[in-house]
């Protein structure tokens, strides 16, 4: 289902579960002093027995593509529309990524959803699981390490051994490419990117710095705080702080009338 054909009702079920718990959190100052500290580990639970990733059945995946008018790294999309994209570092708990999912589809948002290859060979099934919702899958390197430290022949193989898997999954490499470890592709990154089939590198102009766990408050203040229309948010999968939030972050959205949609929608 298209985020534009989510139901009518979705307002009043989101404000009854959460939006008390929005008024609280916004009305907090700063953020916990810890925020800044060293990153929690992330969120675990008891690892669900794993599933043989059966890609035939499917069409392939939507390849990347030029977006005209748009950058070579992109950082956020149009500021006339009322839309927004919630990007999610896709590594963790893969119960804690169905978690987020699904508050996400039931409240109508689509999300970007980039991949770690070593993840998805943990958890092939995981690549289908982010299609069927209706959201974005794309490429955050093989390993999740320091790409802009690499030598070309090493930052080229995460870029393409994270592409080989996701094409064995999905049949395709993913809609977006994301440098690891780095908000902005280095322009050797980006070249290697374009190499390797992305003509775009997808950045971010709000960082909700859920990874350092500074508390669900403090995730959705950073976040609304920041968000404007086209803003291109990012988040991890994978920490308790990003599943307490993001119910109170899509009221917040439904409250100022921003569509939460796959950055695809966003940018087209």
């Known amino acids: 289902m298209n985020a ?3 139901p009518v009702h979705r307002r009043s079920a989101l404000r009854a579960g959460a939006g008390a718990a929005l008024t609280a959190a916004l009305a907090t100052g700063c953020a916990d002093p810890e925020a800044a500290g060293a990153p929690a580990e992330p969120l675990t639970h008891p690892a669900p027995k794993r ?23 992109i950082d956020h999309g149009p500021r006339d529309r009322a839309r927004v994209a919630l990007t999610f570092h896709g590594q963790g708990d893969p119960a804690v ?15 970007t959803v980039l991949a770690v290859g070593s993840w998805l060979d943990e958890h092939p099934e995981m690549a ?17 390490v320091d790409i802009s430290s690499m030598d070309e022949t090493r930052a080229y193989a995460e870029i393409t051994d994270c592409a080989q898997r996701l094409r064995r999954l999905t ?31 997808l950045s971010y102009d709000v960082d909700s710095l ?10 959705t203040r950073k976040v609304a705080g920041e968000i404007r229309n086209g ?6 999968f994978g920490y308790a702080d990003t599943v307490a939030a993001l119910p ?21």
Request: aromatic share 4%; net charge positive; glycine share 8%.
């Open 4 to 6: 534009s054909d989510r």
């Open 51 to 73: 599933q043989a990733a059966t890609s035939g059945a499917h069409a392939p995946a939507p390849a990347p593509h030029r977006i005209p008018g748009q950058p070579a790294q």
């Open 97 to 111: 990524a169905r978690t987020v999912l699904g508050a996400a589809e039931r409240a109508g948002a689509r999300v």
């Open 128 to 144: 289908r699981r982010i299609l069927d919702g209706g959201h974005d899958l794309g490429n955050h390197t093989q390993h999740h």
């Open 171 to 201: 049949g395709s490499i993913g809609t977006w490419f994301r440098p690891s470890r780095t908000q902005y592709a280095t322009p050797l990154v980006q070249r290697l990117a374009a190499r390797a089939g992305y003509p775009h590198v």
């Open 210 to 219: 859920d990874f350092t766990s500074p508390g669900a408050a403090a995730v």
């Open 231 to 236: 803003s291109v948010v990012s988040m991890h």
């Open 248 to 268: 109170l972050l899509l009221t917040e959205l439904d409250r100022r009338q921003l569509r939460a949609v796959t950055t695809t929608e966003l940018l087209t």
